[in-house]
């Protein structure tokens, strides 16, 4: 029976510091299907996008540096790959915004954003 979840079959690189993604949010994704790639650091993740290494999706540590924040956000909306920044659940950031945490409300925003219906917009 195919998955009626959105990210069922995408690979969704996760870009930040390993406890970045909580095990509650892995397991949430992973039940729903996705396929998960890290999560790695920022010079590992320039490195796998410019050897073009191929993703369905990225999810993005908000508290990398803003230069390579900037450059992954030109590099992923030149090729049209769907992204979010995001924040740990555990973070010092400021509310709102994605959060990476095992909660199915999280879980669906950042779903929703990534693969809903209007793919043209780019976070």
Known sequence: MKSLS???????LIIGEASFLSSGARDALIARKALL?????VSSAMECLSEGLIFDAVIIDVTISDEAMLWMNEWLETRRIPFIF???????????GFVVSGRPSDIEAMISALFG???????
């Open 37 to 41: 790639a890290g999560p790695v650091v």
């Open 86 to 96: 995001a924040h740990g659940e555990g973070s010092n950031t400021p509310r709102g």
């Open 6 to 12: 959105p990210v069922a079959g995408k690979t969704i």
């Open 117 to 123: 219906p209007d793919s043209s917009y780019y976070h």
